[in-house]
């Protein structure tokens, strides 16, 4: 088992990104791949795409992003990869729906971003969940719902 | 940007924090109790440990633990949210990072700061932004069908406990399939039985625990 305590920098920084450039083309970067939600945390165990264990524990101040590299050696990297966090954008088909979904979405602590005439949904479980919660509340006839495909996801 | 040779100038200032564990559930579950039976377990095992305890409106649970005898009272800190309980561990918990931030200055060497919610309900989970892994504790008294009702707390939790195996014939719960349904809501995530009051499935909650957050 590897233990990091500290990030290296990132993928794209001066210094590093021609040589791990260079290190992908000989395959010695592997990927530590993370679901969005879960980058706060400070100290986990995790798996590499090449099923090495990583643990993780770092100063609470230290983030932890898209591209973070976690080791750096001659022949080999660990380089972290965000999974791209899954979006539902709901679109409610009149004003009092809109009064509707607001007090629920927020009664069921869903984590949202606002868009003009929608509300956005971070997906921390399956689809189906989400849609069977809006069903079960009689909003599924008015309310439109869409998967935001990745290159539409917020940053 | 920086550079490596920057991160590298700059030294190594930071350093790996203790170790965060939430530890929520349903009003009378057994967090409090769970937390007392771990604190031997966990000086058996060598862990520098404080706790942060959350109430309401009082400082009961922090009082009950000073006064236990078996953790330094000064390692016990309390936060009083004021309002709904899990409003200081998910949607706003600078109170309780306060709280682990200023035991570790005054404790340097302290490994793990447990944080125990007051109690709320199913929909109840804890901000990754204030711990590194969460427990959910519920209880067999509480119902058979809390898993079947899948709150975010109990879907979500790093761990579940079931405490209070030792009353299922009392209370007339079918515990093999109140287990099996909390693992299958689970998916692969572990789901532990506990009887807090006897020690029962502690050191199991206590393993798992170090296993995920210290290395």
């Known amino acids: ?155 | 940007m920086s550079t490596l040779d920057d991160r590298a100038a700059g030294g190594a200032e930071g350093r790996a924090a203790a170790a965060r564990v939430g530890i929520g559930g349903p009003v009378g579950s057994g967090k409090t109790a769970l937390i007392e039976a771990l604190i031997p377990v966990l000086h058996e095992r060598g862990v520098d440990l404080a706790v942060v305890t959350n109430d309401l409106v009082t400082r009961e649970d922090a009082e009950r633990l000073r006064r236990s005898g078996l953790i330094d009272p000064q390692r016990v800190s309390a936060v009083e949210a004021g309002a709904c309980p899990h409003t200081v561990i998910r949607e706003d918990p600078t109170l309780n990072i306060a709280a682990g931030d200023e035991l570790e200055v005054r404790f340097p060497g302290v490994e793990l700061i447990l944080f125990e919610s007051g109690g709320d309900n199913l929909a109840s989970t804890f901000s990754l932004d204030l711990v590194d892994w969460w427990i959910f504790v519920i209880d067999v008294a509480g119902g058979d069908d809390i898993p079947r009702k899948k709150g975010p707390g109990t879907l979500r939790c790093d761990l579940l406990v079931i405490n209070k195996q030792d009353l299922a014939p009392h209370v007339g719960v079918a515990l093999p399939r109140m287990v099996e349904e909390a693992r299958a809501v689970r998916g692969q995530r572990p789901v532990i039985l506990t009887d807090a009051r006897r020690g029962a499935g502690v050191a199991e909650v206590a393993d798992t625990m170090l296993k995920a957050v210290l290395f």
């Open chain 1, 1 to 155: 088992m590897l233990l990091v305590d500290r990030v290296l920098g990132n993928r794209l920084d001066d210094g590093l990104a021609d040589r791990l450039h260079h290190m992908e083309h000989h395959g010695t970067v592997e990927w530590l791949v993370l679901p969005a939600a879960e980058l706060a945390r400070r100290r986990f165990r995790a798996l590499t795409n090449r099923g090495a264990e990583v643990a993780v524990a770092l100063p609470r101040d230290e983030p932890l992003t898209d591209g973070a590299v976690l080791l750096l050696e001659p022949d080999r990297a660990i380089v972290v990869r965000v999974d791209a966090e899954r979006w539902l954008r709901l679109t409610p088909l009149d004003l009092a729906t809109a009064l509707e979904l607001g007090y629920h979405v927020g009664n069921l602590h869903w984590r949202v971003r606002f868009e003009a005439t929608s509300i956005e949904v971070a997906l921390e479980g399956p689809e189906e969940t989400y849609r069977a919660r809006l069903a079960a509340l009689g909003l599924d006839t008015r309310v439109e719902t869409r998967l935001l495909q990745p290159d539409e996801a917020p940053c």
